[in-house]
Each structure stands twice: as structure tokens, then as C-alpha cells.
């Protein structure tokens, strides 16, 4: 007990003088989340557009009036033809051109079937859905009230049609701001980042400096080693995850919904998944500049896009899912977002703390057998 | 108590064998020091000298032989050894974020020694580090750093200590308060295994074993060594050396007389084991004065370890070339 007491206090020290490792535990991690927190967002907010009025009628100024009024687009000018539209879409300024036909508003009035054209840039796919979406949405709207008005002018109240009227409520996220969604997600990562950097340089230090060859020489025993040099690791995770939890709270409001113990005991487990890899990359690497080299060029790819951190797993080819089982942080992540978001508990993320513990389990054990031996 | 078959043997090698990829580092090496020595490994770079040491620390393993530290196996027995060695690296390994304090009372918990404040102390004093006990490791000089690596080693007071090219890059006057402290040592019991590239050094040891491409050439006191071949040394300070070498290795009767001739910088040694000096030294100078080399001194004197060292290099090559089936009868330098 003695010398894992002594490596472990001989590691804070140097935790704790080595600005660099302090700043990677301790200041980096919240930076990032403000940095990061603010630029993960993948919401539309207000999109430019262009009218081409061929009509230039009551109804036709009626339905730009509406697309105006909604919060979702800001009209920036009226076109002359077609070719300016073209224009307008090509330099990115509008990402939206209405075309509204002549004869609009007399159709209209003689209850005439009429098309409308929205000319939506379609290069940002994300950003053409949303705005085709709110397009769509107005337009819906301005033939209902066409109706109405029909309807309520018409002598003996005209047709009645049955209608659907769907009522959605989004739960858990209900301004559906993508942001909720990618900071607990964010914060994941963090973890798991700063520590295996942390974690496997610190180990490649000691290789590098020459102390390895002195705890091999001393009585010390190699899980003594790996004790001493990761529980440490354990604690600034602790710290840097508590940080983190602050400033998701009071930046950007986003609060705990489930228990707070169980989100750091399942944190632990994931750490152990964590500190293996630092161990792997560890054994794999001869100066710290490979180690962290190594940690994000081929520990960060995958786990940013296997994980379900960027992309949807349901949506990629089967193969690639199942490939995903392979990452531990998709199990983090299902955990972090349930317990923030939607306060779930233990009883639906055991899948994911199984899942979590046997990866954990695998790679520890496979890195310490690898750093037994290298040590031979 | 367990122990080996010769309870005065310190370390007990046999035919110790290492190789890494295609190269044979250590080629069946075996050595045997007895207690209370200091015990030198001299060789050039690559010799295969720290692969060696590291084996006998148990931090390499060998690929055959056995070595015995103590009587323990090193391979079977490695933490009854553990208690008793200490091993200084090259680098001189320390934490450079602790002060010396810490990084003694590191080494002391780690070693499993219990109460080591007083053994701290004695090694402070013997190190004279008390002043800058406070200091870290990181801020010390080259010097400092060695003796504290040094104590650091010393801290569960170890029967033997194994040091790797411990004055390598080390500044002259601490090189010599250095061996000042293992000379401390050695009086004290300790049982010292060094390596050096320097063979000045190797002859303030008690017995020496020179090595070479992983193989022990010879294995000696140093008086031994000097007197190994009963060769004798004739040194010329002539310019150009360079010129002087060469006019002497195209002379059949210069080849004829001489066993080897050695270049060191502007000064050429001459090696013989036959006939009387007198009659050699006339036989350079009236070579030189023929070819134009200017002769600034010549005299004579008993080979030192490097002329051994480089006669026993040769001899092995020549020994190899005709093992090989080299055609050439002809002496060669």
C-alpha cells in the first residue's frame, strides 16, 4: 500500500506544478465547453429571402406579408426576373426566392387552383429542409385561411371539409434546440479526451525520462504501477466533470433532470473504459508528442463519429452500426443525454452499463497485459 | 536463506545472450564478481554494455544463460533481488517536479523503506546536497543531479549498485568527487558494477573486463591487463601524423616488427612485443627522417588500457578474417 501511496501523491505534485497537465484537467475543458456549447448548434434562426412578384396583387403582398411576419425569414428585396434570382441564390445572399406567378391573386378570387414557387438553396441540406419545412408550413397556412375566408363569405357556408388537426408536443427539449441535445454530448467527449491525453502522457513521461526503469528496478509491483499512476487520473476527471456540470447549468441553463449520483457512478465505469485506452496508447507510444498524436488522430475520429456524437447511428449503413458497438463513449453518450435530459435511471441504462463495464473490463485488461509485458 | 553455490560471489554470469532483430548485442558473455569489488565493463558505444547492466537488473530479460546476484536467479528470483540492487541509468532518472527531499522520500516508499529520515540525512551529508534539500530536481545542475539520482539508488542501502556510464557528460570535477563517493562506497561493503567508455576511469577499479560487439575480450585487474600481452609501447609526436601512419603501414619491415600502430589525434603509438626498444625507435625515427616527418618527441612507455584495448580489438578481427578464409597472409594494422 505504501508505494501506490507514494506514486499517487507524487502524481498530484506533478498534476499540480506541471502547467500543462493543469491546464488540460483543470482550465481547458471548461473553455471548450463555452467555445464549443456556443458553436454546436445546428438550429435555423432567420433565413434571407427574395420575392419575385410577377403579380403585385393584395393576395400575393398578402402572402409575402405572412413569410415576413413569420420569425423565420427576413425579406431582403424584391427581384426584377428569373435571372436575378439565379444570381441572388448563386452568391448565397438569399437562401430562399419566392416566385409568385401573375394571375395569383385573380385566381385566388375565382377559386382557382394556383402554384407558388420557392426556390430553396439546397447546398447546405440541413438548412434547405428546415427552410423548406418553414416554407411549406406558411404556405399551408395561407390556403386555410383562403378557405376560411370562402367559407365565411359564401352564402350558406359553402363546402365543409373534415380536417386532421395534428397537435405536437416535443418533450424533453421543447424549443427542440439542438444545443440540449450536444452539450451533454460535448461534455463526453471532453472527458474523455483531456483524460486519456492526460492519462497516457504522463505514463509516456515516465518511459521518456527514464523513472519507468526505476520503479521496474524497485520492488514495486506493475498493478501497484498502474494504480498509483491512473487513480489520480480518476479524481481530475472527477473535477473536471463537476466544472463542466457548472457551466452547463449556468451558461447555458441546461440542468440535470435525473440523479446526480448515479450520472457519476456511471461516469466511473465509463473512466475505467477511459483510463484503459490511456494505458493502451501508452504502451504504444515512445515520447508524450505520440501519445496525444495518436490519441486524436485515431481515438477522437471514430469516437466523434461512430458514437452517435455528430451523427445519428440509425441512420448509417448497417455494417457501420454494428462497428459502433465497438465505441464506448455511444454508451456514454445514451447515458449523459438520458440522465440530463430526459432523467431516466438505472432501469433503462443497464444495456449501456453492461455494455460499458465489459468494454471497460476488455481493454483494461488488454492494456495492462500489453504494459506487463512491454515492461519484460 | 537461499544462495547461490559461491557465497562470496556478487554477481555470477554464464554465457549470457542477447540479441535484438538481426543483432547479436551480448554474445554469451560470462563474468564473475565477487563481493566488495568494483567492478568495471569498459567498452566503445554499442558494445553492448548497458544491454548487460539492464539484464542484470532484470529489466531486460536475457534470451540464454543465467546470471545470480547474491545467489538469486535474476529471472527466477527477481524480488529477493529487488531489495538488494540499486540501479542508476544513464539519465540519471528523477522526478523533476519534486524537490531532492521528495524525490529521496519517493525512491524510500517505493523501495519499501520505512523509516527513512535518518538514512535521508546520512545520504544528504554524504552527497553534501543538505543545502539545496529544497530545491527541485528540475533546477539543479548536472553535478547535483547525478548525486542525487545516486542517493536515491542508495536509499534502501542495496549490497550491490549497478551504474551505467555514471560519468558520462559529467563535467571533470564532478567526475572526480563522484568516484571520490563510490570509492566511500566500496569501502563501506557495497559491491559496485560500472560501465564506462573511459578506460582511465576503469583503472581506479578493482578488476575490469573489456567488451566488444557483446563479447568479453578480457577479464582482469588493470595491472593484468597492461601486461596482458607483454607488449610494449613506443610513442612518437610527429606531424603529419596522418602522412606518418601511412608511410609506416606501407613499410613491409616496419609491418614485420611491430605488432600494431595506434593513432591518437597527433600522436602515433607503436606496439612490439619482440626485440629491445632501443633498436625500434631507431628503426621509426631513421623511417621518419627518410619520408620528411617532422618527429617533436618519441619515448617509451608500458601500454596503457586503451593500446590493449585496441590490440585485443584487432587481434579478434584478424582472428575473424581468417576465420572467414581470408587469402591475405600478410600482417595487417
Redesign the interface.
Known amino acids: 500500500m505504501q508505494p501506490i501511496i507514494a506514486l499517487i501523491r507524487k502524481q498530484f505534485i506533478e498534476i499540480l506544478t506541471s502547467a500543462q497537465l493543469r491546464s488540460l484537467t483543470l482550465v481547458a475543458p471548461i473553455l471548450q465547453l463555452i467555445l464549443f456549447g456556443y458553436a454546436a448548434s445546428l438550429d435555423v434562426k432567420t433565413l434571407n429571402l427574395a420575392v419575385l412578384d410577377y403579380d403585385r396583387s393584395t393576395e400575393s403582398r398578402q402572402l409575402v406579408h405572412d413569410f415576413t411576419n413569420s420569425e423565420y425569414f427576413t425579406l431582403t428585396k424584391y427581384l426584377k426576373n428569373y435571372s436575378e434570382a439565379d444570381e441572388v441564390l448563386l452568391d448565397g445572399e438569399d437562401k430562399i426566392v419566392l416566385v409568385i406567378p401573375p394571375k395569383f391573386g385573380a385566381d385566388i378570387l375565382a377559386h382557382r387552383t394556383t402554384p407558388v414557387q420557392a426556390l430553396i438553396d439546397g447546398s447546405d441540406g440541413n438548412t434547405a429542409g428546415i427552410a423548406s419545412g418553414y416554407a411549406g408550413g406558411i404556405m399551408a397556412s395561407f390556403s386555410q385561411q383562403i378557405l376560411l375566408d370562402i367559407q365565411r363569405t359564401t352564402p350558406g357556408g359553402g363546402p365543409h371539409m373534415a380536417q386532421i388537426n395534428a397537435q405536437t408536443r416535443v418533450w424533453y427539449n421543447p424549443d427542440l434546440k439542438s444545443r440540449k441535445f450536444f452539450i451533454p454530448g460535448i461534455l463526453g467527449l471532453l472527458l474523455l479526451i483531456t483524460t486519456v491525453i492526460a492519462s497516457s502522457t504522463s505514463i509516456v513521461k515516465e518511459r521518456e525520462v527514464g523513472t519507468l526503469e526505476q520503479l521496474i528496478v524497485s520492488p514495486i509491483k506493475p498493478y501497484q504501477i498502474i494504480i498509483g499512476k491512473l487513480a489520480p487520473f480518476v479524481v481530475t476527471a472527477s473535477i473536471t466533470l463537476m466544472n463542466l456540470l457548472i457551466v452547463a447549468a449556468l451558461v447555458f441553463g441546461i440542468t440535470m433532470r435525473g440523479n446526480l449520483l448515479l450520472f457519476f457512478l456511471l461516469t466511473l465505469v465509463f473512466l475505467i473504459t477511459v483510463l484503459g485506452l490511456g494505458l493502451f496508447i501508452s504502451t504504444i507510444s515512445k515520447t508524450q508528442q505520440q501519445a496525444s498524436f495518436t490519441t486524436s488522430f485515431f481515438v477522437l475520429p471514430p469516437f466523434l463519429f461512430l458514437s452517435g456524437y455528430s451523427f445519428p447511428i440509425e441512420n448509417m449503413p448497417l455494417w457501420i452500426q454494428k462497428l459502433t458497438y465497438l465505441v464506448p463513449l455511444r454508451y456514454y453518450l445514451v447515458i449523459v443525454r438520458g440522465i440530463f435530459l430526459k432523467g431516466v435511471g438505472l432501469e433503462e441504462l443497464w444495456p449501456q452499463l453492461l455494455a460499458m463495464l465489459g468494454l471497460g473490463v476488455v481493454i483494461f485488461t488488454a492494456s495492462f497485459l500489453r504494459f506487463k509485458k512491454n515492461l519484460d | 536463506m537461499k544462495g547461490g553455490s559461491d557465497p562470496g560471489s556478487a554477481i555470477d554470469v554464464e554465457g549470457l545472450t542477447k540479441s535484438f532483430k538481426t543483432t547479436k548485442a551480448v554474445a554469451g558473455i560470462s563474468l564473475d564478481v565477487k563481493r566488495g569489488e568494483m567492478f568495471a565493463l569498459v567498452g566503445p558505444d554499442g558494445a553492448g554494455k548497458t544491454t548487460t547492466i539492464r539484464m542484470l ?5 536475457a534470451d540464454a544463460g543465467t546470471a545470480r546476484l547474491l545467489g538469486f536467479d535474476v529471472k527466477k528470483e527477481p ?1 529477493q533481488i ?2 538488494r ?3 542508476l ?10 524537490s531532492i527531499d ?1 524525490n529521496i ?3 524510500a ?4 523503506v520505512k523509516d527513512f529520515r535518518r538514512r535521508r540525512e546520512e545520504l544528504l551529508e554524504f552527497t553534501r546536497l543538505a543545502p539545496f534539500r529544497n530545491r527541485l530536481a528540475d533546477k539543479l545542475s548536472g553535478g547535483m543531479k547525478q548525486k542525487l539520482a545516486l542517493a ?1 539508488t542508495l536509499i534502501h542501502t542495496p549490497e550491490i549498485i549497478f551504474l551505467d556510464e555514471p560519468t558520462t557528460g559529467v563535467d571533470p570535477v564532478t567526475r572526480r568527487d563522484f568516484w571520490k563517493l563510490l570509492a566511500e562506497l566500496m569501502k563501506g561493503g557495497t559491491t559496485i558494477f560500472l560501465t564506462t567508455p573511459y578506460l582511465d576511469e576503469a583503472e581506479r577499479c578493482t578488476r575490469v573486463a573489456l567488451i566488444d560487439r557483446g563479447e568479453i575480450l578480457a577479464c582482469d585487474v588493470p595491472e593484468a591487463i597492461h601486461s596482458l600481452l607483454g607488449q610494449q609501447v613506443i610513442e612518437v609526436s610527429c606531424s603529419p601524423a596522418r602522412t606518418a601512419l601511412a608511410v609506416a603501414s606501407g613499410d613491409a619491415a616496419m609491418r614485420e616488427r611491430f605488432d600494431d600502430v595506434q593513432m591518437f589525434g597527433e600522436r602515433l603509438d607503436f606496439v612490439f612485443t619482440k626485440g629491445s626498444a632501443e633498436d625500434a625507435t631507431a628503426m621509426i625515427e631513421r623511417l621518419f627522417a627518410d619520408n620528411n616527418i617532422t618527429v617533436a618527441d618519441i619515448r617509451t612507455k608500458t601500454p596503457s588500457l586503451e593500446n590493449v584495448f585496441i590490440s585485443l580489438m584487432r587481434d579478434r578481427a584478424r582472428r575473424d578474417a581468417v576465420e572467414a578464409g581470408a587469402e591475405k597472409e600478410e600482417k595487417q594494422w
Do not use: A, P, V
Not at chain 2, 537488473?57 to 530479460?61: A, E, K, M, Q, V
Not at chain 2, 541509468?89 to 519534486?98: H, I, N
Open positions: 537488473c532484470g529489466i531486460l530479460s524480488e529487488k531489495k540492487i540499486g540501479y541509468s544513464q539519465k540519471f532518472s528523477l522526478y523533476t517536479d519534486l521528495e522520500e519517493f525512491f516508499r517505493i523501495n519499501g536515491c
